[in-house]
Each structure stands twice: as C-alpha cells, then as structure tokens.
C-alpha cells in the first residue's frame, strides 16, 4: 500500500518539479559542475542545463546569440558575441558551458563567450 501511495504521489506532483527533479539527478552525473544556485559572480565556473529559450540578435554583422538555461536549481543567460548563429544550440539540448560567471543589471546570472559542449537530449535518455 505504501508503494502505491508513493507511485500516485509522484505522479500527482506539477511536471515542474518532477522536471526539476530529473535535471537536478542529471547534473548531479557530471563531474565538476556548479549548480546554477550555487555560483558566485565573478568566478571561474563550469555549469550545466537544457536550454529553455534562445534568443538572436543578428545587428550589423556584431550580432550575438543567447540561450538561458535551467538545471533545476536555477537558470543562467549565456551569451556569445558576435554571432549571428550557432549550430547545435537548440530547445531543450543539454549545454555544459564554462566560464566567469556575472550578474546582469536585472539580477539574472550570465556568463559571456564560454566554452561549452553540446548534449543532446539529456531529459530524454
């Protein structure tokens, strides 16, 4: 009875936690990664998440291409300059990126040009 109750509970949980939940156990399985909650402005900082949203702004040839991504604990902007492209970075893609981390003026954690690996698909196996 008791693992019943537990199956129905998890099941009646909001998908936001549950997905919360398997990011969380996902970047627990990669080595040396900072939750995004956890890191500090202005140091050296390697992180990992699914992008959620990306954003382009393809001006004058100077352009730059930005994706937020979430982890479970928290989101980050990451943003590379002067591109007006890049291939791999899509929705719901895994992005392992290492950098200095900031803060934009509205708070939100950033880290700009980072180093970064693409996985794909790391919520669905």
Known sequence: MARLR??????????EEVRAENLAHWISTIPDVTPLDAIEARKRVKVAGVIQNIRIDPRSGSGSVEATIID?????VVRWL????????????GLIVEG????TA???????NPEY???PDPEHG
């Open 6 to 15: 537990e199956r129905f509970e998890r099941l009646s949980r909001p998908p």
């Open 72 to 76: 479970g604990s928290g989101s980050m």
């Open 82 to 93: 002067g591109r007006s492209s890049m291939r791999g970075v899509r929705l719901g893609a």
């Open 100 to 103: 200095v981390a900031g803060k």
């Open 106 to 112: 509205e708070g939100e954690s950033l880290m700009l």
């Open 117 to 119: 690996d693409l996985v």
